[in-house]
């Protein structure tokens, strides 16, 4: 007969407990990380090309499958419909998603953009908001573009339902921009960009302020489970944001590659337009995002009975540690 120790008895019980937590960890572990890349975020660009996402959770045998948004409504639609565990939209574009269901919090802010304007061809006779009444406007809703529109017209006293509304996603509208098949556009860059560029576009209303960050998001479900992950993607985020501040010229080089426009148009969108010093969603976002909830609820997008500020505080998660910034 073989006689154990209480000893070894329980260095094998503990053992065996600690190899079955492993193997229960190991089946939890996504087998990949499903994350957006978008024109309008070209810090998801150059973290594409450089695969360093790829690089970091290889060791743990996690794949990257990159998806493209067009715009903030379909990053948010893939993260409501859970085809991706990270996506980029306007910090505005979240908050009414999040109004809407969409379970989604606002984790980092790749930009602080000029992304958007009220765009007229060049030979227009549109000079202010008011001159947008009756006329056909390329815009698509549940992004920035859209709710930049909507508080410009109110700042006129107008509303959605005094101009025509032609519902675009945005390299249409900026193709209808130009062949004159609609009076104006809630533009967008790099298509905004490359319209003044090449084709004479006007940007007639700016409003710098106006314009809401740009947000990283993630599936809350993701976040909950995956909490390590996230850090470790945003820690990965962060490194190609300090790179693209570093080596301007990597940067668009990355972002040509992908977009085959010449180096004026890149050159407006990412040197003019397109901040990228500040990547906490702290103070100044929340407020930005809450004043265009609250412009929204006034222009009656939002309904009455939302409590505002409660949703922005439910939306907005800071993930990153202190010294990031």
Known sequence: MIHFSRRSLIAVAMGTALAAATAARAADKPSEIRIDWATYNPVSMLLKDRGLLEKEFAKDGIGIRWVQSLGSNKALEFLNAGSIDFGSSAGAAALVSKINGNPIKSIYAYSRPEWTALVAPKDSKIEKIADLKGKRVA?????DPHIFLVRALQSAGLTEKDIQPVLLQHPDGKTALIRGDVDAWAGLDPMMAQAEVQDGARLFYRNPEANTWGILNVREEFLKEHPDLVKRVLAVYEDARKAALADYPSLKKSFIAVTKLPEPVVDKQLKERTDLTQSRVGAAQRESI???????????????????KAVVDGLISDQLPPASN
């Open 139 to 143: 815009v698509t809703r549940g992004t």
């Open 290 to 308: 809450l004043a265009a909830g609250l412009a929204l609820q006034e222009a009656g997008v939002i309904a009455p009975s939302v409590d505002v």
